[in-house]
Antibody, heavy 120, light 109 residues
């Protein structure tokens, strides 16, 4: 059974770079044909797609965030990473790692989420 | 960018039917997916490609679309259905992206 686990610092200073890792278990990101995505949710707010990556490295980013977002895949560690640069308080959110079988398919699996707070 | 509009809240008595709508021009040409999110938990997919139900989701949940509106229907509502619900589509326009609806809080009276 596919499991996703987010990890990373829970507190990031304003203007710095937020870094999160999603560790995948139950399948290899290299052998699967899935896309791996990040979605976030600010406190009390709705869901916002950040971006998705294919194991080969092809990426799709939210147009409103793409100037600050970088996603990568480490097939040797079976991990997906997310970096968001120049963070502000508006980037405070629970960040979810997800997976979807095609770029347009829904997210069938989700991690439990990781809360990241941006402090001034 | 495309916007998906949902009513902020829907209230329903146990045993009754809840209908959650999701409106937007893009719905006329794209498939809609629906997620349920309970407090403190990650979202769970409850409907995909307009009307397909993932395994494990009760038959009480159904989906449909008409024109520019998608509807998630929960029949014979139970207390455990109380949650936030979000619709979602893949916008493959000039800058492709996932678009989520504004979310609907379903309250079971």
């Amino acid at each position: 059974q596919l499991q996703l686990q987010e990890s990373g610092p829970g507190l990031v200073k304003s203007s710095e770079t937020l870094s999160l890792t999603c560790t995948v278990s139950g399948d290899s990101i290299r052998s699967s044909t899935y896309f791996w995505g990040w979605i976030r949710q600010s406190p009390g707010k709705g869901l916002e797609w950040i971006g998705s990556i294919y194991y080969s490295g092809s990426t799709y980013y939210n147009p409103s965030l793409k100037s600050r977002v970088t996603m990568s895949a480490d097939t040797s560690r079976n991990q997906i990473s997310l970096k968001v640069s120049s963070v502000t308080a508006a980037d405070t959110a629970v960040y979810y790692c997800t997976t979807h079988p095609t770029i347009s398919a829904p997210c069938f699996s989700w991690g439990q989420g990781a809360l990241v707070t941006v402090s001034s | 960018s495309n916007v998906l509009t949902q009513p902020p809240s829907v209230s329903v008595a146990p045993g009754e039917t809840a209908r959650i709508t999701c409106g937007g021009k893009i719905i006329t040409t794209k498939n809609v997916h629906w997620y349920q999110q309970k407090p403190g938990q990650a979202p769970v997919l409850v409907m995909f490609y307009d009307s397909d139900r993932p395994s494990g989701i009760p038959e009480r949940f159904s989906g449909s679309t008409s024109g520019n509106t998608a509807t998630l229907t929960i029949s014979r509502v139970e207390a455990g259905d109380e949650a936030d619900y979000y619709c979602q589509v893949w916008d493959s326009s000039w800058e492709p992206s996932y678009v989520f609806g504004t979310g609907t809080k379903v309250t079971v009276l």
